[in-house]
């Protein structure tokens, strides 16, 4: 079919849908009316208190208070607005006028407000981020389902870029992607709930600083050893975290870890071609087996071996770790075809240029995971015999699932509109980071409690708790608000899972 390009005029035709007039109503609406029973849940979670000592104070006699306007910028975040001009339309919301007793600021209040923190506001800030995680994490643990409840934490950690568009917003610059951006570095666990946030200048390397950052996410009160021989408490990063800062936090805090092994730090790509490994096959379940059969398809070829490394900056200290570096080698059958018609005489081990006629894909992972060894089951200790060992396949597939944390970045970059920053200063810009943070960890914490088989994310949430159509209706002294009945028995059962009590409302002001 071929359409002809013309001039788009309008031309009334008959329609199928019914015809409905549009009149104005003076009547107090809101479209957010699920709004305040997440502010309420925050409000009454044990947290304010931690929370408001983090805050500026502001003494101005017709400022509304730090925690009120705290609040309302969580407002922003759960309800979505992509910039602080939208907190100058927030009065049309007369749910939240009603709860906060007809104040609400404007978006030039939001700006001052961000820019009164401080370096100490900000470092006690992320230090609640990171009390917050945890006690988030425990209540999950005590209320979950069994099959669902997280019994051990495992932290990622990652660094991503912001693309910015001004020129005056301080700490932009060009980094290795050529992008004119703020970087930001932070910790999420395998629950989604964020445990530090960190905005630093657009050229910062991946890595840097993350020594602080981790130092802080576990002060969560357990002593080195406590942790260690529990083994529940893990740590995983990329090639950039494979360095001597992040090792110490690590193992000075009783951590497991499992890093990309980075060559340039550890050399393990000479040391296979010295060490004369042994391989051992992957071995792989009976449903990836059975899935393979009934998709006809060929799972690849994975072997996997071992070695021990000792940091040079271990040795001068006096101290000597030895980490052991595991090594997984995939069979590239494209490469392998090549070399086989070539009739080159296939050697794992050779001098100069050993990879370019080697069939495989190298990947290895330093880690302090203690491994299933048949030797290191003879310790007489009886604290270590306790301790779990990992195989070989277990630390890799551990390791693998460290990719769900860009789930996690993607959801704080376009859920909570963290692309972008609203401010010239950086610490400004820090706070409305960290501010983000603090929403999305009460978000993810209802949609976990909600639906911990499959979470939402902030789209869907908003969408199921969030945007309800209601009405205010201010009557006998008290307020109401009416909801339309589906949105009300969604706020319910949220209401319910917190532990809030039901109460009785008045017929004449029911909407179900």
Request: charged share 30%; glycine share 6%.
């Amino acid at each position: 079919m071929k359409f002809e390009v013309a001039p788009f005029e309008y031309i009334p035709s008959k329609s199928v849908l019914k015809k409905l007039k549009i009149v104005p109503s003076k009547e107090r609406l809101t479209a957010a009316a699920g709004l305040g029973t997440i502010l309420e849940i925050f409000d009454q979670s044990g947290l304010k208190e931690s929370f408001v000592r983090c805050l500026p104070t502001r003494n101005s006699h017709r400022s509304i208070g730090s925690y009120k306007i705290a609040l309302n910028m969580l407002c922003g975040f759960i309800h979505g607005f992509d910039c602080l001009d939208d907190f100058d339309h927030l009065d049309e919301e007369h749910a939240l006028k009603a709860l906060f007793d007809e104040k609400s600021p404007a978006s030039r209040t939001m700006g001052d407000f961000l820019r009164d923190f401080s370096e100490e506001n900000l470092l006690n800030l992320n230090r609640f981020l990171s009390y917050m995680g945890w006690s988030l994490f425990h209540s999950l643990e005590k209320n979950l389902p069994e099959e669902y409840k997280p019994r051990n934490a495992c932290l990622d950690i990652d660094s991503t870029d912001h693309p910015q568009s001004g020129n005056k917003i301080e700490g932009v610059a060009w980094n290795y992607k050529n992008h004119w951006c703020l970087d930001s570095q932070v910790v999420f666990d395998q629950m989604g709930l964020c445990r530090g946030f960190d905005l630093r200048e657009g050229n910062t390397k991946s890595g840097v600083g993350a020594d602080w950052l981790l130092d802080q996410v576990f002060s969560d009160g357990k002593r080195q050893v406590e942790r260690k021989f529990e083994g529940k408490t893990f740590l995983r990063g990329d090639s950039a975290y494979c360095k001597q800062d992040v090792m110490k936090v690590a193992v000075q805090r009783g951590v497991l870890f499992s890093l990309t092994a980075h060559d340039g730090v550890t050399g393990w790509k000479d040391e296979i071609s010295k060490e004369g490994l042994s391989w051992t096959p992957w071995v792989y379940t009976q449903g990836e087996l059975a899935w393979a059969s009934e998709k006809g398809k060929e799972l690849p070829q994975i072997e996997l071996a071992r070695f021990y490394w000792t940091p040079s900056w271990s040795e001068k200290e006096g101290k000597k770790l030895v980490f052991p570096i595991i090594v997984k080698r995939t069979l590239n059958r494209q490469r392998f075809e090549e070399i086989r018609q070539r009739n080159v005489q296939l050697r794992l081990i050779q001098d100069d240029g050993y990879l370019k006629e080697d069939p495989y894909d190298y990947y290895a992972v330093v880690t302090n995971f203690p491994l299933d060894l048949i030797y290191e089951r003879s310790l007489s200790i009886a604290e270590e015999r306790k301790i779990k060992r990992y195989s070989l396949q277990e630390v890799m597939e551990f390791h693998a699932k460290r990719g769900n944390m860009e789930n996690f970045i993607r959801e704080e970059k376009y859920g909570y509109d963290l692309k972008h920053f609203p401010c010239l200063r950086m610490n400004a810009n820090r706070a409305y980071g960290l501010l983000s943070m603090v929403a999305h960890n009460l978000l993810r914490w209802v949609s976990l409690m909600m639906s911990p088989e499959r979470p939402h994310f902030s789209k869907k949430l908003r969408k199921r708790f969030v945007f309800h159509a209601g009405k205010i209706v201010k009557t006998a002294r008290q307020v109401y608000l009416q909801i339309v009945e589906h949105g009300y028995r969604e706020v319910m059962s949220l209401r319910e899972t917190w532990g809030f009590k039901s109460e009785k409302v008045p017929l004449q002001c029911s909407s179900a």
